[in-house]
């Protein structure tokens, strides 16, 4: 692969392929589903200038549910949720390199708290 993460269906599932690191599985199909009130269940869209790979969830045609992003070598990004259209619980930023850079706790769409984690990477 040529650095680009790509995506294979397979089944009742989905299979994320990321250069440089294992395979991540998602276990719903199908998903980037339009239907009479938008957007609805699993999307699963690529950045093209970072090649981040991102899967959130969508109730008529607003986030709800699941939020999470890949860099580009198929480590976790960030991970958080939403609850109808709005930032809702605990958000996780990491690094590349997987530890983790901060923790932001949302409700309703209002920042509660925020830890930062060693400022100097």
């Not at 339009?34 to 690529?46: E, H, M």
């Not at 976790?76 to 958000?91: P, Q, T």
């Amino acid at each position: 692969m040529s650095g680009r993460s790509s995506l294979l269906m397979l089944g009742a599932s989905c299979l994320l392929l990321c250069s440089a690191c294992s395979t991540v599985e998602l276990p719903i199909a199908p998903f980037n589903h339009t239907g009479t009130a938008g957007k609805t269940g699993l999307w699963i869209t690529a950045e093209d200038s970072t090649d981040m790979v991102c899967v959130q969830h969508y109730r008529a045609d607003r986030l709800h549910g699941d939020y999470t992003t890949y860099f580009p070598s198929g480590a976790l990004a960030i991970s958080g949720g939403y609850r109808k259209g709005r930032r809702h619980g605990r958000w996780t930023q990491y690094r590349p390199s997987g530890e983790v850079s901060s923790i932001r706790v949302f409700r309703r769409g209002k920042l509660r708290r925020m830890v930062l984690y060693n400022l100097s990477w």
